[in-house]
């Protein structure tokens, strides 16, 4: 079963711009993990970030995560068009034995 | 290192066919996963290899085989294809079977008239 929800489903902003994803999920999990997707290409992991972790920096990215409300946000900062992809957020839990559990994606569409 | 690498691409069959999708990993990962995407649908566990000689089913399983060749190659195999199998294929390796990070091939579409 899929516990991430990604919010919104598809985001579109010109180049410069920053983007802002979240993702809502259910249970308690050991980590969450932003994974990137272009378009008829495997997923590419971008980040990581552990359940005793707020925060997390990568390069223009940013993420957060609030156990209390069961959410995380990626934040890509100065857009390119480059960035045009789907971005999957990942749940990793010792209820579902350490699978990942997938949401659908937030579709970003990066305009020069 | 290429990383994770998978073949076919690209495969059509027929309802009642069968196929093997291969995949195989370079860097000496423990663990390897199979997924399948459907749009709309985000990535589904099929099955896993938490290590060498060891499998297990994941979240939709049926109608799938899957066998760990060697710590490098894990294949998943459709004995009777049917059409709801039509979708992209992802194979994943990962360090450990836990919460590490998964490491994915470019996927294989397969379409099931």
């Known amino acids: 079963s899929q516990q991430g929800e990604e919010d919104p489903q598809a985001l579109s902003i010109q180049e410069g711009e920053n983007a802002t994803m979240n993702c809502s999920y259910k249970?308690?999990?050991?980590?969450l993990q932003w994974y990137r997707q272009n378009s008829g290409r495997g997923l590419v992991h971008l980040i990581l970030?552990?359940?005793?972790?707020r925060e997390k920096h990568s390069g223009r990215l940013r993420v957060t995560l609030d156990t209390s409300k069961k959410s995380s946000s990626l934040l890509i900062t100065a857009s390119r068009a480059a960035d045009t992809a789907s971005y999957f957020c990942?749940?990793?839990?010792?209820?579902?034995?350490?699978?990942?559990?997938f949401g659908k994606g937030t579709s970003l569409l990066v305009t020069p | 290192n290429a990383g994770v690498t998978q073949t076919p691409k690209f495969q059509v069959l027929k309802t009642g066919q069968s196929m093997t999708l291969q995949c195989a990993q370079d860097?000496?990962?423990?663990?390897m996963y199979w997924y399948r995407q459907d749009p709309g649908m985000g990535l589904r566990l099929i099955y896993y290899?938490?290590?060498?000689?060891?499998?297990d089913k994941g979240e939709v399983p049926n109608g799938y085989n899957v066998s760990r060749l060697n710590k490098r190659e894990f294949s998943l195999r459709l004995e009777s294809a049917a059409p709801s199998q039509t979708s992209v294929y992802f194979c994943?390796?990962?360090?450990?079977?836990?919460?590490?990070?998964?490491?994915f091939g470019p996927g294989t579409r397969l379409t099931v008239l």
């Open positions: 994943a390796s990962s360090e450990s079977w836990s919460t590490d990070t998964q490491y």
């Open positions: 249970t308690s999990i050991n980590n």
């Open positions: 970030i552990r359940s005793n972790e």
């Open positions: 990942a749940t990793a839990s010792s209820n579902s034995g350490y699978a990942l559990n």
């Open positions: 860097m000496n990962h423990n663990s």
């Open positions: 290899s938490a290590s060498e000689g060891t499998t």
